[in-house]
């Protein structure tokens, strides 16, 4: 079965357990918001502004050159165009900090950008999607009720930050215990989600998931290159640019999946590239942090050998 005309089943009772889901992940971002966050970037707006516009403007753009230069099935390229306009997830705060990137500069793109999102995300999808003729003939199809989108988005990010910020300022140390937990429950409860709800729909997508695995690692590669790049072209430092690089790449594709049930009926090809770039962009993301992190220690031990070399020259 082509996969644009593969939907995928889900009851109302999932989904009002997704969008649960998201609400919590959401919360555990908007916990972690501080208002030196926004003091942040009101006094150095230059490097959160270049972060917004990597995600909401280069990298739909790229997605969409990305698309029609792979070719995609339409629902696979739609589903490339979603993800791509989906907001960081909470995770780029941890791979940063990983990869010893500038946690505080991360933390407030994150903030900002979930934020800017309510607004953003519904006129970013209907956009970028009507570049490309078959997105465009597939949200005409859907006809995609923007205002209803952004409802549903405002939701999902605006009333999770509207009660976890006043909490956090209200409640440091309770926020600081309850954190962790929300954060892990959040995350391992997406995870089953996807995997679970996958599964059960696995049947008429077995044929295509090779094609869904090569999209997600391509386009994820893109996304954390496009994130880099943009801070490197910029002259942004090295912890900047690992930053920018996760900010960009890991997005929150848990409120993508959710979009996709709510409005496009559960089309294969858009549901199956936000599931597994969910757990696909945690994986490429740790592997990156990783290799950043033991790059930095190496350096760090020559670095260390050669001024005792050079110490030692010198007292001879």
């Known amino acids: ?30 916990l972690e918001v501080r208002p030196s966050d926004f003091r942040t970037v009101a006094r150095h707006p230059k490097a959160v502004v270049l972060g917004i516009g990597a995600q909401y403007l280069l990298l739909p753009a790229v997605t969409v050159g990305l698309a029609l230069l792979l070719k995609v099935p339409a ?53 970028w999607a009507s570049l490309n003729p078959a997105t465009d003939a597939l949200m005409r199809d859907f006809s995609l009720n923007r205002a209803e989108m952004l409802v549903q988005v405002l939701l999902i990010i605006g ?35 996807i995997v679970s709800g996958t599964a059960s729909n696995l049947g008429p997508l077995r044929e295509h998931l090779g094609t869904i695995f090569l999209v997600v690692l391509l386009h994820d590669a893109v996304a954390l290159a496009v994130g880099y790049w943009t801070a490197a072209a910029a002259r942004l430092g090295e912890p900047d640019r690992r930053a920018f690089a996760f900010e960009v ?37 740790l592997l990156l942090a990783t290799w950043w992190r033991r790059r930095d220690a190496r350096k760090a031990v020559r670095a260390g050998g050669a001024a005792g070399t050079t110490a030692r020259e010198g007292t001879a």
């Open 159 to 193: 009333v999770p930050f509207a009660v976890g910020m006043p909490l956090a300022r209200r409640f440091p140390a309770l926020t600081a215990k309850a954190l962790p937990w929300v954060q892990r429950v959040g995350l391992v409860a997406l995870l089953v989600f």
């Open 1 to 30: 079965m082509p996969i644009d005309d593969v939907v995928l089943s889900f009851t109302p009772a999932s989904l009002i357990v997704l969008n649960a889901v998201l609400a919590l992940i959401i919360l555990g971002i908007a």
């Open 249 to 285: 790449g890991a997005r929150n594709t848990g409120l993508g999946l959710g979009l996709t049930l709510t409005f496009f009926a559960g089309l294969g090809g858009m549901a199956m590239i936000a599931a597994w770039w969910g757990i696909w962009d945690i994986l490429a993301g």
């Open 75 to 127: 629902s696979i390229a739609l589903g490339m165009i979603l993800v791509a306009c989906c907001p960081p997830g909470g995770i780029s705060n941890v791979l940063t900090h990983r990869a010893g990137g500038n946690v505080a500069l991360s933390a407030s793109m994150t903030a900002v950008s979930n934020l800017v999102a309510i607004v953003v995300m519904p006129l970013n999808v209907a956009l």
